[in-house]
């Protein structure tokens, strides 16, 4: 059991003869202090809930190998794995281990209590399936550039389907094939790799496309090999740990036979699952920035004078380790190299968005509630944009600005699109 005495000991691990100390879902105090930061609880404020109530249903599963009720699963499924309860758990939990431990011996037992929504079952084999997903965006950019997507929005179809809110989640595909390398036409200072995983070459092309600008304009190459794949996070987050592992392995394959200065990715939550990897060197793409930025390379910033800024910081880099808080850090300090813009953290940024992976489309009754609280604090900022580093957050509250599905402006990007749009370079 839990110590209270090891409270006094700075480490983030508790020392014991046999090496760190890792407590255990039994290990949970009933302090209760994690309620407060737990998304679920603000949405629906009943015990059942809370992050020590999910604990409780977790130790059930891992430690006593008993199947909980059909409620306890049902509130353990509306965590939204934001892990903030970690942040302020004096036993140091580690809730999202834990969390993906239970979820993989339910799935195991039985799959049909995490994932009830069809679109995300077949949005998992999709993603492990290169061939048949590049099929399924065809189909899509088809549907959405033919009219029959206004058509079939007038109906009830969607609602009935019960797509409606998956639908909604779709920005614009694109299907630019991206080539499989962009060389730098300033003096080359390296040659990195980027991490495009499932979704962003199709659904945020506009980030892919600007991380690789303002790479090549600060001097390095850009290669994109074609054969890598997804993260693998929203297939652990799902307790579908083998099929993580596969996409992993593939990952490490096709990144580690390559010969480069660095890795990087522009998605935290894509961040979070690859960064043990690897041979080469793992970055987020704006602390990469931060760190090789030249001196001399100034920001022409006749589009965005005096606008303003607002920054969601994504769970997976706000809760998730100590080091993503300085990576978090990055964001603010890549924006401040953009004159007399007006940069501020948006209000209750410790409390997550909803967009969860798949949460968002599984879970719309806890998604769009902490979605429409987001939202207000933008508006009530005044902020011109919106940004954030990760792609679920994204298109999550992306969705919620459209009026008659027409994206206002596209009023939240990766900061990379903004800094691209100042450069002069190549
Ligand atoms: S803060 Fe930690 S120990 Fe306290 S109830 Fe929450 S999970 Fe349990
Ligand atoms: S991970 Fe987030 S939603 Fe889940 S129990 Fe912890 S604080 Fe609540």
């Known amino acids: 059991m839990f110590d209270w005495e090891d409270l006094n000991n700075d480490d983030t691990s508790f020392n014991t003869q046999s090496g760190p100390y890792i407590p255990e879902a039994s290990d949970c105090m009933r302090c209760g202090l994690c309620i407060s930061l737990c998304p679920t609880y603000k949405v629906s404020p009943i015990e059942a809930e809370t992050p020590r109530s999910r604990i409780r249903t977790i130790d059930k599963i891992i430690n006593e190998t008993a199947i909980p009720s059909a409620e306890e699963i049902l509130h353990l499924n509306n965590c939204t794995q934001c892990r903030a309860c970690e942040t302020i758990c004096p036993s140091q939990m580690a809730y999202g281990?834990?969390?993906?431990?239970?979820?993989?011996?339910?799935?195991?037992?039985?799959?049909?209590?995490?994932?009830?929504?069809?679109?995300?079952?077949?949005?998992?084999?999709?993603?492990?399936?290169?061939?048949?997903?590049?099929?399924?965006?065809?189909?899509?950019?088809?549907?959405?550039?033919?009219?029959?997507?206004?058509?079939?929005?007038?109906?009830?179809?969607?609602?009935?389907?019960?797509?409606?809110?998956?639908?909604?989640?779709?920005?614009?595909?694109?299907?630019?094939?991206?080539?499989?390398?962009?060389?730098?036409?300033?003096?080359?200072?390296?040659?990195?790799?980027l991490f495009t995983g499932c979704l962003s070459a199709a659904f945020d092309i506009k980030t892919v496309k600007a991380t690789i600008k303002v790479l090549n304009a600060i001097g390095y190459s850009v290669l994109i090999p074609h054969q890598q794949g997804c993260c693998g996070a929203l297939h652990q987050h799902q307790g579908q740990g083998k099929a993580a592992d596969v996409l992993a392995i593939n990952n490490m394959n096709v990144f580690n036979a390559l010969e480069v200065d660095a890795i990087i990715y522009t998605s935290s939550a894509c961040g979070l699952m690859l960064k043990e990897n690897f041979n080469a060197p793992l970055f987020d793409i704006t602390e990469f920035l931060c760190k090789h930025w030249p001196a001399e390379l100034k920001l022409n910033n006749s589009t965005l004078i005096d606008k303003s800024i607002a920054v969601h910081e994504p769970c997976s880099q706000r809760n998730v380790s100590k080091v993503s808080e300085k990576k978090h850090d990055a964001v603010y300090e890549l924006l401040a190299k953009i004159p007399s813009l007006n940069v501020q953290a948006l209000a209750d940024n410790q409390t997550c968005c909803g967009a969860g992976g798949v949460h968002c489309l599984t879970h719309p009754e806890i998604a769009e509630p902490l979605r429409t609280i987001k939202l207000k604090h933008f508006q009530e900022s005044e902020a011109d944009y919106l940004v954030t580093t990760n792609i679920g957050c994204s298109l999550h509250l992306n969705n919620g600005l459209y009026t008659d599905k027409a994206p206002t402006d596209n009023a939240v990007i990766h900061p990379v699109v903004l800094l691209a749009e100042l450069i002069n370079r190549d």
């Not at 037992?109 to 084999?125: D, I, R, T, V, W």
């Not at 993603?127 to 965006?137: G, Q, R």
Request: hydrophobic share 40%; glycine share 4%; charged share 25%.
């Open 97 to 193: 281990q834990l969390f993906d431990q239970a979820r993989e011996m339910l799935y195991s037992s039985e799959p049909s209590k995490l994932n009830s929504h069809f679109l995300a079952q077949l949005g998992f084999k999709l993603i492990e399936n290169k061939k048949l997903f590049s099929k399924a965006i065809k189909l899509i950019a088809a549907y959405q550039k033919s009219g029959l997507a206004s058509l079939v929005r007038k109906t009830a179809l969607l609602r009935l389907l019960k797509c409606d809110g998956a639908e909604a989640l779709l920005p614009e595909v694109s299907l630019e094939l991206l080539k499989e390398i962009y060389p730098t036409s300033q003096t080359l200072k390296g040659t990195v790799t």
